[in-house]
């Protein structure tokens, strides 16, 4: 393997830096906690990264928290190519692995290649679960919009006709990344069922 | 100083999440890169913070880059209350001080209190731009706007009148931070006044 020269090295930074600006158009299901409109992407990202500085207390001890952010800051970037998929969709979220893992070829190989290996790799291991970071960062990608959705009368869940049942599925995942998140979670959901905002 | 229970922690830390959402309607004078719409300060600051994590290498040896990811992370929190500023505006620079000073007082108090210090140190950190992690913060929150007015034609710069020796001297601020994105960024200014989308 060769290096790169450091001007090649910045040029290809560069392209892929212009390439990721397309996250703020990948257009997620659920909606901004004032209900104006459907949250993209981008602000996602953003918004679960600081969450895991703010909420990094409630992840089991150890947890790398600044791994946790890099890898939410990364893990929504192959969507540029694949789309967002609504977790409630079984059928797509099957067919939602093989575009995802093209998407990756293409984008991560923007960058040189050590640098692209690294972020893909933060993108593995957010999909894999197997550590203590990846889970606690899907336990937060998880949170997000269920709190947005709690804020929104609902927001999606009635939007979708998703159900009481099928939301306290997805909170496993978020009490496999945190228990006290797992719990607060439930709560969110069990107060937006009595609120007439979810459906058993 | 009492130390709140667990509880009123995480309660609000809650709080803090629910406010911070706001960020994502924050709306910023420059385009995204295909010129479709005005910038948000919550998916610029994911921009900006992953660009940390791609450029790390242009900043001064033993730069702490997930301390610049963090900072990058909360710079525009502010902003709920202050709203953006145009830097080519001196005269809205200079009244947004005392405004994002106020906005620092509510915003971060809403954390539980070294929390809520923790993350105003950073902030007031990326503002006195006096470590190398403030001023590469800094640098790359100044080149990503460049970046993009280079590919939308010229963005905001022909829109506000806003002249090449000016954006040049916006360049320094970069400079300071990283030598080799200070030369870059210029020869885009260069590359935009050659191609017309940038007046002397
Ligand atoms: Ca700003």
Chains 1, 2 share one sequence.
Request: proline share 2%; glycine share 6%; charged share 30%.
């Amino acid at each position: 393997m060769t290096i790169a020269p450091e001007e090649d090295r910045l040029n290809a930074q560069i392209a892929f830096a212009v390439e990721i600006d397309k996250l703020k158009r990948v257009i997620r299901r659920n909606h901004l906690m004032d209900g104006s409109r459907r949250e993209n992407d981008a602000e996602h990202s953003w918004y679960v990264g600081l969450l895991a500085m703010i909420l990094g207390e409630h992840a089991p001890a150890g947890t790398d928290i600044q791994r946790v952010v890099a890898m939410l800051l990364v893990h929504d970037l192959v969507e540029i190519d694949a789309g967002d998929t609504f977790i409630y969709d079984a059928e797509a979220v099957a067919a939602q692995a093989d575009a995802e893992r093209a998407a990756a070829d293409r984008i991560f190989s923007m960058l040189p290649g050590e640098q692209g290996a690294q972020m893909r790799a933060l993108w593995e291991e957010f999909e894999a679960r197997q550590t203590v970071e990846s889970r606690f960062a899907k336990a937060l990608d998880r949170f997000a919009p269920i709190l947005a959705n709690h804020h929104t009368e609902g927001g999606t869940w009635p939007l979708f006709k998703v159900k009481a049942s099928q939301v306290r599925e997805k909170v496993r995942i978020i009490e496999e990344g945190s228990a006290s998140l797992g719990v607060y979670a439930l709560e969110l959901v069990e107060l937006s069922v009595a609120r007439g905002h979810l459906s058993e």
